[in-house]
Antibody, heavy 118, light 108 residues
Framework: EVQLVESGGDLVQPGGSLRLSCEVSGFTFSSYWMHWVRQAPGKGLVWVSRIGRDGSSTSYADSVRGRFTVSRDNAKNTLYLQMNSLRAEDTAVYYC???????????WGQGTLVTVSS | DIVLTQSPGTLSLSPGERATLSCRASQSVLSIYLAWYQQRPGQAPRLLIYGASSRATGIPDRFSGSGFGTDFTLTISRLEPEDFAVYYCQQYGNSPSTFGQGTKLEIK
């Protein structure tokens, strides 16, 4: 069974840092691009970042570029999102998602909640 | 960035009825990179349709997608109680990938 399990969400003060993890199982992690997508409370889905199969290619939404860094450890089957200089508007559930190579984003993890507040 | 606009914002229907959800893009989207997702309360999104019209694994055939260019449609032929949820369209052919704002399908 394909599974993606996020962790690391927490309450953090503005300006703080947090690292999210997404541990995957049930598929060959190194064969897929991966994404982070977030959803603010009561709002819609917003793409945040993506990373290529070997980690050498990354891209970011304008709203997080320069503050967030996506990475992966294919030996550990784990995706990461390092989040620095956090702002209140970064408050959201963060989902890790597999890019199914033209067949959409599938599946999604259950999400981890990041709350930025003083 | 490609802006996706979904309509209506909220759709009120009864079980057994047909639902038609629209997604309009600000510029042409390659059909092979248009997807639809369902999100039930408290759950992660679930892929329903990819490539504008291909059902994802395990998705019932009452769900169908169509369209090309800038206009896409998700149709649910006969609503079941579990279909009342929020639906999002997404384009993933142009970077950044973008989502519509969602259509809430509620029980009338």
């Amino acid at each position: 069974e394909v599974q993606l399990v996020e962790s690391g969400g927490d309450l953090v003060q503005p300006g703080g840092s947090l690292r999210l993890s997404c541990e995957v199982s049930g598929f060959t992690f190194s064969s897929y691009w991966m994404h982070w997508v977030r959803q603010a409370p009561g709002k819609g889905l917003v793409w945040v970042s993506r990373i290529g199969r070997d980690g050498s290619s990354t891209s970011y939404a304008d709203s997080v570029r320069g503050r967030f860094t996506v990475s992966r450890d294919n030996a550990k089957n784990t995706l990461y999102l390092q989040m620095n200089s956090l702002r209140a508007e970064d408050t959201a559930v963060y989902y890790c998602v597999r890019d199914s190579g033209g067949r959409g984003f599938d599946p999604w993890g259950q999400g981890t909640l990041v709350t930025v507040s003083s | 960035d490609i802006v996706l606009t979904q309509s209506p914002g909220t759709l009120s229907l009864s079980p057994g009825e047909r639902a038609t959800l629209s997604c309009r893009a600000s510029q042409s989207v390659l059909s092979i990179y248009l997807a639809w997702y369902q999100q039930r309360p408290g759950q992660a999104p679930r892929l329903l349709i990819y490539g504008a019209s291909s059902r994802a694994t395990g998705i019932p055939d009452r769900f169908s997608g169509s369209g090309f260019g800038t206009d896409f449609t998700l149709t649910i032929s006969r609503l079941e109680p579990e279909d009342f949820a929020v639906y999002y369209c997404q384009q993933y052919g142009n970077s950044p990938s973008t989502f519509g704002q969602g259509t809430k399908l509620e029980i009338k």
